[in-house]
């Protein structure tokens, strides 16, 4: 069975960039109706017993995909923010962007233009793949880890743009969510994911 993860900050932590409504909603409704979800899902299939990561590269009915992507990306989600966020990643991460996107402005730049671009619900992805850092976009909840998504690899920065994520404090100012949401990623956990998957 799977738990609603803690969150490792207050909900009210993250004002002024997200706010504590927005934080307690998303947390206790959501992300908690999404580990329900799947916890009945897969209640007595094969798949049962199985981490999340097993789960969500295997073939799943509807149900599992979204419940299960649900779990997933918000608990990454949850992470790789925090009230001590915000400014540069450094070390190997760092390097890799510059080389990657030539700089962290542009990267930032191309990270932000694909997640206000992402036509209705669905996620921004910095993602690790076989082949260096990529950025992709996946609706609903999919993840890099599901096997027919077009960018597949370890999703090491992950941004929800569902509008349940930034209505309250944004309404339809999705760009403005986005720009906020740089002032609070936990670029250590996010360096700390990228080099977990150079091993
Ligand atoms: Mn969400």
């Given amino acids: 069975m799977f738990e609603l993860p803690k969150l490792p900050y207050a909900y009210d932590s993250l ?5 504590e409504r927005t934080m307690e909603i998303h947390h206790s409704k959501h992300h908690a109706g999404y580990t329900n979800k799947l916890n009945a899902a897969i209640e007595g299939t094969e798949l049962e017993g199985k981490s999340i990561e097993e789960i969500l590269s295997s073939k799943m009915n509807s149900a599992i995909r979204n419940n299960g992507g649900g779990f997933y990306n918000h ?24 080389e990657t996107f030539e700089s962290f402005e542009k990267f930032k730049q191309e990270f932000s233009n694909t997640a206000a671009t992402q036509f209705g619900s669905g996620w921004a992805w910095l993602v ?31 941004l929800d743009v569902w509008e349940h994520a930034y209505y309250l404090s944004y309404q339809n100012k999705r760009p403005d969510y986005i720009t ?3 002032n609070v990623v936990n670029w250590k956990e996010v360096e ?8």
Avoid: H
């Fill in 15 to 19: 004002e002024s960039y997200v706010d």
């Fill in 75 to 98: 608990d990454l989600f949850w992470k790789i923010m925090s009230p001590n966020g915000g400014g540069n990643p450094t070390g190997e991460l760092a390097d890799k962007i510059n």
């Fill in 128 to 158: 690790n793949t076989s082949e260096g850092l990529k950025i992709s976009s996946t609706p609903n909840q999919d993840n890099p880890l599901m096997s027919d998504v077009s960018v597949q690899g370890t999703p090491i920065l992950g």
């Fill in 180 to 182: 906020a949401f740089w």
């Fill in 192 to 199: 700390k994911r990228y080099e977990d998957g150079q091993k």
